[in-house]
């Protein structure tokens, strides 16, 4: 469990990683040494597991998302798993229940290039696409 001041830090810092650990102790009202014993601690307990940045696909010229949910074919699914690994378009993908045994999101310049990167996994799964016309909850921290 986090307590209120560990439950704020986190929040900062997900809203914006680069912060000082002087604006952060400012912002918490405790000293630079408490708030830097307290991230050293997050870090171990693993609440903490890095730093990162933000990028914004679209600015990068990937102007569309996919969702592609996709159900190797018997036999197939280690081998549709390395191959989902190695696609770069894939940016992130689950193991789920149900029908289908993956759901990953795929970042996309055109739709032309979503054939050719199915066309990599057609020999493995069949799979069924969805484009993503808006992101109206976007990737936020779970209730603290």
Same mark, same amino acid.
Request: net charge neutral; with cysteine; aromatic share 6%.
């Given at each position: 469990? !986090?307590?209120?001041?560990?439950?704020? @830090?986190?929040?900062?810092?997900?809203?914006? +990683?680069? !912060? %000082?650990?002087?604006?952060?102790?400012?912002?918490?009202?405790?000293?630079?040494? %408490?708030?830097?014993?307290? !991230? &050293?601690?997050?870090?171990?307990?693993?609440?903490?597991? +890095?730093? #990162?940045?933000? =990028?914004?696909? $679209? +600015?990068?010229?990937?102007?569309?998302?996919?969702?592609?949910?996709?159900?190797?074919?018997?036999?197939?699914?280690?081998?549709?798993?390395?191959?989902?690994?190695?696609?770069?378009?894939?940016?992130?993908?689950?193991?789920? #229940?149900?029908?289908?045994?993956? =759901? +990953? &999101?795929? $970042?996309?310049?055109?739709?032309?290039?979503?054939?050719?990167?199915?066309?990599? @996994?057609?020999?493995?799964?069949?799979? %069924?696409?969805?484009?993503?016309?808006?992101?109206?909850?976007?990737?936020?921290?779970?209730? !603290?």
């Amino acid at each position: 469990m !986090l307590d209120d001041v560990d439950r704020r @830090i986190v929040e900062l810092l997900a809203g914006n +990683a680069r !912060l %000082s650990l002087k604006e952060l102790a400012q912002r918490v009202e405790l000293s630079s040494p %408490s708030v830097s014993d307290r !991230l &050293h601690r997050l870090e171990d307990r693993g609440v903490i597991r +890095a730093y #990162t940045v933000d =990028i914004d696909p $679209y +600015a990068l010229g990937y102007t569309l998302q996919a969702i592609v949910r996709i159900k190797p074919f018997p036999g197939k699914l280690p081998a549709t798993q390395r191959m989902i690994e190695k696609i770069p378009e894939f940016t992130e993908c689950y193991k789920v #229940t149900g029908d289908d045994c993956y =759901i +990953a &999101h795929v $970042y996309l310049q055109s739709i032309g290039q979503l054939d050719t990167v199915l066309d990599r @996994i057609v020999d493995f799964a069949q799979t %069924s696409t969805s484009i993503v016309k808006a992101t109206p909850v976007k990737r936020r921290l779970p209730p !603290l």
